[in-house]
């Protein structure tokens, strides 16, 4: 028995009952460059690896006492990281082959070629090296601020442990819900998690607005239907769930869901199964549901409107992404961002925004998230005159210059009702250009009917308000 020189060397353990084996492998290896130690048997190895852990073992598969295979599985279950390749003869390949299905890293067959030995033991050792770089690259990631994960940009701390558990997620399928204000990033994050495993990234991802249909188009897409379930239903029709099978669907809007879809959501979940609307015959699929939501759900199941035991199934994973007001510091990314975006699109050259704007663009608290910041920087690339966005280049409610007229307005003895009615203009004219003057959407943010919204909006004259989409919503 060999004890092991090591000195920084990658160190190698054979066993072979074989003096003469032993002493050429070891002599092969050694002038090589590794540090090497020998054994006769399976116990004598087992009992040298309880001093010190050896990078690879290389082992014949037939010796006395303890074979090759035993030794393969007693190495395994004490340290599954140590990688084994073990020596056959011609006649017990099949033996070998045996021992790859319990984890064994490679075999070879006698007689041993000494280039063969040396590819498979350079090989792994440069895998494991890599495996080893890889594991301390993951943990300065975890430990940096990353300002981008996927396609979502942001270096805040709360951005950070999102990004964390998404990589936590990957490693399983399960069911993810997501809850966000309106325009916060949730289809991003959808997204990422989906993208994020190698093994998945490939497969289908499907996406469903579930809060733009009516109950019966929400079955019909999400379940499939056949010719003549319903009025309109002129053939058969594959669901979303059926092409999501395999890989992942994302339900944005779940609350949206009625009382009836919601049962047979959650067998989808909980079963994996489904009929089409109109037909009997059932359907089996395998499919990891994302889940969005910008409501309070648990509102909702105290008022009877969602199932407890959906919601228990859909919340195995939670993810609250958080409002932009709350992630401030990712301002300054995302307007670069945006800025890089819409002015390749628009082919225009915009060098960046000015340090005047950018504070503007920092103070606001942003009703509408993300969604309604790119909307401003969009609107100010393209209406920019330089190269630098300036807040001259931001609307109305962003402006320094109407922020103090009105000021000045107030201060110039302003009748009372008109100081109060002053400000409810402003913030109806800032949930409107959040939302691109969509006014369903708009009135969602106010908290208001559209009926009252549309009221208001004759009253402070921003009916006539040119905008781009101020007809929408209609």
Known sequence: MNEPHLNGKPHILIVDDEPLVRRSLSELLTLSGYAVSTAGDGKEALELLKTYTADVVITDIKMPQMSGIQLLKEIKSTNSDIPVILITGYGSIESAVEAMREGAYDYVTKPIVD?????????????????????????????????????????????QKIYTLIEAITQTRATVLIHGESGTGKRLIAHAIHKYNEQERDKPFIEVSCGALTETLLESELFGHVKGAFTGAIKDRVGRFELAN??????????????????????????????????????????????????????????????????????????????????????????????????????????????????????????GNIRELENVIERATILSKGTVITPLDFPDFLSIIEQEESLATVNNNLRLKDALQSPERELISRALESVGWNRNEAAKLLGINRTTLYKKMRKFGLLNKQHKGDERGE
């Not at 050792?125 to 942001?154: P, T």
């Not at 959501?265 to 489904?274: A, H, N, P, S, W």
Request: proline share 3%; glycine share 4%.
């Open 115 to 159: 280039t063969e030995i040396k590819i498979v033991i350079e090989r792994l050792i440069k895998q494991r090296q890599l495996q080893e770089e890889n594991i301390k690259l993951k943990e300065q990631l975890s430990i940096s601020r990353r300002e981008r994960f996927h396609n979502i940009v942001g270096k805040s701390q709360k951005m």
């Open 246 to 367: 395999g890989g992942t669907i994302f339900l944005d809007e779940i609350d949206a869901f009625s009382p009836a879809l919601q049962v047979k959501l959650l067998r989808v979940l909980q079963e994996g199964e489904f009929e089409r609307v109109g037909d009997t015959s059932t359907v089996k699929v395998d499919v990891r549901v994302i889940a969005a939501t910008n409501q309070n759900l648990q509102d909702l199941i105290s008022q009877g409107k969602f199932r407890t035991d959906l919601y228990y199934r859909l919340n195995i994973i939670s993810i609250e992404v958080p409002p932009l007001r709350d992630r401030k510091e990712d301002i300054p990314l995302l307007v670069d961002e945006f800025i890089k975006k819409h002015a390749k699109h628009i082919n225009k050259k915009i060098e960046g925004i000015s340090d005047e704007a950018l504070s503007i663009l920092m103070d606001y608290n942003w009703p």
